[in-house]
């Protein structure tokens, strides 16, 4: 079973210029996360999707940043402009949720793509 | 994210010695309490979790202990090995809330041979 595929592995650019990251996550999870992950810390959350709703984006600097999951499975994150700041990894991470009754509670169990390395200059 | 605070941040253990990593967390919604490793290079993978109706997990040389009460779980690594050299986070969850995972800063754990 193919894992969390995410695209580009490195980008460098300048600063005031746009950047996407795309994801792909694990077929049949309906739950979809970005992380952004700088230097020496742990993964903050940028943005979580239950199929193509964003349930929770408000650590996502909205000036900047914006995602997109349209059809429900893969998922693009842009930046524009990036600033010296972004530098930093970007994580996709895919989970299952199941419905329990009336409830949708998710396993927890998140698996991540390798990340996208960005740089800015 | 002062909700999960995570200690020590690095740690240096001889080969086939004991690591002891720590993590504290507020938010009482928690139902679900994993121990991610992360390698160079790679993005987090679950290495072991615990839900809260029990105290203790063990799978290999993995151990999750977990204080309901004080709010508190550890993960222990016994015999460790330099392959268990990297970075663990702690990334209590809620499953039914609103809550993505919330992640300690890390452990950068060295196993010296």
């Known amino acids: 079973e193919a894992g969390v595929v995410q695209s580009p592995r490195y980008k460098i650019i300048e600063k005031k210029q746009p950047v996407a990251f795309w994801c792909n996550p694990i077929?049949?999870?309906?739950?979809l996360y970005w992380y952004r992950q700088n230097l020496g810390q742990g993964p903050e959350l940028l943005i979580r999707y239950e199929n193509e709703e964003a349930v929770d984006d408000s650590q996502l600097p909205k000036d900047r940043f914006s995602a997109e999951r349209l059809k429900g499975v893969d998922s693009t994150l842009k930046i524009q402009p990036a600033e010296l700041g972004d530098s930093a990894v970007y994580l996709c991470?895919?989970?299952?949720?199941?419905?329990?009754?009336?409830?949708?509670?998710?396993?927890?169990?998140?698996?991540f793509g390798e990340g996208s390395r960005l740089t800015v200059l | 994210q002062q909700q999960v605070k995570q200690s020590p941040q690095s740690l240096i253990v001889q080969k086939g010695g004991i690591s002891i990593i720590n993590c504290a967390y507020e938010n009482t919604a928690f139902d679900y309490f994993p121990w991610y490793q992360q390698f160079p290079g790679k993005g987090p993978a679950l290495l072991i979790a615990?839900?809260?109706?029990?105290s203790e997990k063990k799978e290999g040389r993995f151990t999750i202990s977990f204080n309901k009460s004080a709010k508190q779980f550890s993960l222990h690594i016994m015999d460790s090995q330099p392959g268990d050299s990297a970075t663990y986070f702690c990334?209590?969850?809620?499953?039914?809330?609103?809550?993505?995972?919330?992640f300690g800063k890390g452990t950068h754990l060295i196993i010296q041979p």
């Open positions: 077929s049949g999870h309906n739950t």
């Open positions: 991470a895919s989970s299952l949720a199941k419905k329990r009754g009336a409830l949708t509670r998710n396993t927890g169990e998140l698996f």
């Open positions: 615990i839900r809260p109706d029990v």
């Open positions: 990334a209590p969850y809620s499953g039914g809330g609103a809550d993505g995972l919330t």
